[in-house]
């Protein structure tokens, strides 16, 4: 089945710096590469998500790249803000299209 | 509109106790799943409906969880008895079927002493 690495588990940055998290996944049939944004307490909310498709997507600070062939996507942010800080996890749909598998997610503090 | 809706929010129980989650998922969405999150992972699915339907339950553990979802629309999930290893968030997503963007709510946390 699916299995999705991300890295790295934890990132500090200073406020103003760009922040890069980076996932594989191993199944070349999944199409489907959502990110979502987890602060303590709450349930994961969707910030971007891309198709295999398409090669970057961005929206603002948020942007998305996904290289098919190496079978890797990462989530680039910048100007990072304090309310930035969180869990933030990586997702890959699995090949039946059923199921989101889930990286082990990267908590990232912006420090002011 | 109102999101994805999850009680209770926090649960303490002993083990070999009985506990149940309720979820009321996005008015309109037919796609409902049951994920669990380990403290420090990422959510993992347990069950998908479409409707009433369980369509995916393959990763629940049929010996001791079990999952309604009666009328297409709020659903339970039921761990009896809770076992220590049980201790987790329960979340709740819902999507619109053909869509493919999820939306969770809050997760239930667990702790089986």
């Known amino acids: 089945g699916e299995n999705v690495e991300q890295h790295p588990s934890t990132l500090s940055v200073q406020e103003g710096d760009s922040a890069v998290i980076k996932c594989t996944y191993s199944?070349?049939?999944?199409?489907?590469f959502p990110w979502y944004k987890q602060e303590l307490g709450k349930g994961p909310q969707l910030i971007i998500d891309?198709?295999?498709?398409?090669g970057e997507k961005k929206d603002q600070r948020i942007a998305v790249t996904l290289n098919k062939t190496a079978k890797h996507f990462s989530l680039h942010i910048t100007e990072t803000q304090p309310e930035d800080s969180a869990v933030y996890f990586c997702?890959?749909?699995?090949?039946?299209?059923?199921?989101?598998?889930f990286g082990k997610g990267t908590t990232l503090s912006v420090s002011s | 509109e109102a999101g994805v809706v999850q009680s209770p929010r926090y649960k303490i129980i002993e083990k070999k106790q009985p506990v149940a989650f309720w979820c009321n998922p996005i008015s309109g969405h037919n796609t409902l799943y049951w994920y669990r999150q380990n403290l420090g992972q990422g959510p993992e699915l347990l069950i998908r409906y479409e409707n009433e339907e369980a369509v995916d339950d393959s990763q629940l553990p049929k010996d001791r969880f079990s999952a309604e979802r009666l009328k297409g629309v709020d659903s339970t999930l039921k761990i009896q008895p809770a076992e220590l290893g049980d201790s987790a968030v329960y979340l709740c997503a819902s999507n619109l079927q053909g869509t493919e963007t999820q939306y969770f709510g809050p997760g239930t946390r667990l702790l089986v002493l």
């Open positions: 891309i198709r295999s498709n398409v």
């Open positions: 199944d070349s049939a999944s199409n489907y």
């Open positions: 997702a890959a749909r699995n090949q039946a299209g059923t199921a989101l598998i």
